[in-house]
């Protein structure tokens, strides 16, 4: 540092010319690996990183940004961010399932089989009460229906396509016609004892081509 001085009339001028400070070399961006090996406190790897952290360019440009960030958080409408926020939770209600139909299903709400598929019964036999809904295994179309005081009573055949159809037996009621389309949420009649029937029971069969065949086949199990 050089001084010098002038003396005017009525004012005495100090002047200080310092030379311009350098790199600052006293604190690198980057320490030396010797100084890192040197410290006690905490892994190498943590030791060379929190140097570089505390170093005081990296906090004033850290700071800086931080003040920047505040300073445009501040000028984005809130509303805006509830609308972002709407939109991402309308997308991701659409994004769940869209149905919950059934394909294949028992005929009966609650399913409790008396009677299996065997030699000389070529269906199953659901236990139920007088008045208990009957809906078909699957979607289809009303193929036949008959009322009898014998055999099958009060019943009603759904062709499923295919030449898959399905017969249910000893209804009570019947609450479709020939011809009609069901699906698995038509209620196609009310269990009961009509026919050759001992107890309230809905006899169940599944047919291909005519012939009976196991409803095990066909049915979730």
């Known amino acids: 540092m050089t ?5 005017l009339p009525k004012h005495r001028l100090h002047i200080e ?12 961006l980057f320490p030396d ?15 060379f990183f929190r140097h570089i952290f505390e170093h005081k360019n990296i906090r004033r440009l850290l700071g800086t940004n931080l003040a920047l960030m505040l300073i445009a958080s501040t000028l984005v409408p809130s509303n805006s ?9 309308v997308i991701q209600e659409q994004s769940g399932p869209l149905t919950t139909k059934r394909v294949v299903q028992y005929p009966t709400e609650e399913v409790k089989i008396t009677q299996g598929y065997r030699l000389f019964h070529p269906g199953i036999d ?3 009460l007088t008045g208990d809904k009957i809906r078909p295994i699957k979607d289809g179309k009303v193929e036949a229906i008959d009322h009898s005081k014998f055999a099958y009573g009060n ?9 898959i159809t399905s017969l249910y037996a ?21 269990m ?30």
Do not use: C, W
């Open 3 to 7: 001084k010098i001085t002038l003396h």
């Open 17 to 28: 010319l310092t030379k311009r400070r350098g790199p600052d070399v006293g604190n690198p």
């Open 33 to 47: 690996m010797d100084e890192i090996k040197n410290i006690k406190k905490g892994h190498k790897i943590s030791r």
């Open 81 to 89: 961010l509830a609308k972002i926020e709407a939109e991402q939770s």
């Open 126 to 128: 659901l236990d139920g």
């Open 155 to 163: 019943a009603v055949i759904v062709n499923h396509g295919s030449d």
């Open 170 to 190: 000893h209804l009570s009621e019947i609450f479709v016609s020939e011809g009609q389309e069901v699906t698995t949420n038509t209620v196609i009649g009310e």
């Open 192 to 221: 009961g004892a009509t026919g050759r029937a001992f107890g309230d029971h809905l006899h169940l069969e599944v047919r291909n081509h005519g012939i009976p065949i196991n409803p095990y086949s066909v049915l979730p199990r």
